[in-house]
């Protein structure tokens, strides 16, 4: 297998693909985002339990390369994408966020337990075998476990991602 350019695009669905074929999430609770953030409004219409946000960061370009490297592909490395993962636990009682971080199946912890597993050195290829991206996936950082103000629980992480971005347009 080579490592080969790729875009943005295709590592992101590549990503969801990961976490719905693992069985983590339904493809009805997975998707991208533009924004790292559900409103109240939009909670509420969750088709599920538990929904996953993958939302692309800011992603550096390798000034050298693009300098001297013409304009066929330019190196990201140090990009990021941020999975953030949102569980709601009908609660009949207050103070039950131990359920909401540890019950097995929509605990966020547990989910976020299922999300390393799956993205942990995450090494993505296409159709021909050949890698699209520079090195796996490798996750950089886990933030504090919140509650928002319409009763979800929300945790998200931070993943590096780096990748010889392809820039001829179709």
Do not use: H
Request: glycine share 6%.
């Amino acid at each position: 297998m080579t490592r080969v350019p790729s875009d943005l695009t295709t590592i992101l669905l590549a990503l969801q693909n990961k976490l719905i074929t693992d069985g983590i999430f339904r493809d009805t609770a997975c998707w991208l985002s533009l924004t790292p953030e559900l409103g109240q409004d939009q909670l509420g219409k969750m088709p599920a339990e538990s929904v996953a946000l993958i939302y692309p960061m800011a992603m550096p370009i390798e000034q050298p390369v693009v300098t001297g490297g013409g304009n066929e592909t330019m190196l990201v490395d140090e990009g990021a994408v941020q999975l953030i993962l949102y569980s709601r636990i009908v609660l009949d009682q207050t103070l039950r966020s131990t359920d909401l971080l540890t019950k097995p199946t929509i605990g966020l912890l547990s989910l976020l337990k299922c999300c390393i597993a799956s993205w942990s050195m995450f090494d993505p290829t296409r159709e021909d075998g050949n890698l699209i991206l520079s090195e796996p996936l490798r996750p950089r950082q886990i933030d504090a476990p919140s509650l928002t103000p319409a009763g979800w629980g929300r945790l998200s992480s931070t993943w590096r991602l780096s990748f010889t971005q392809e820039i001829s347009c179709p």
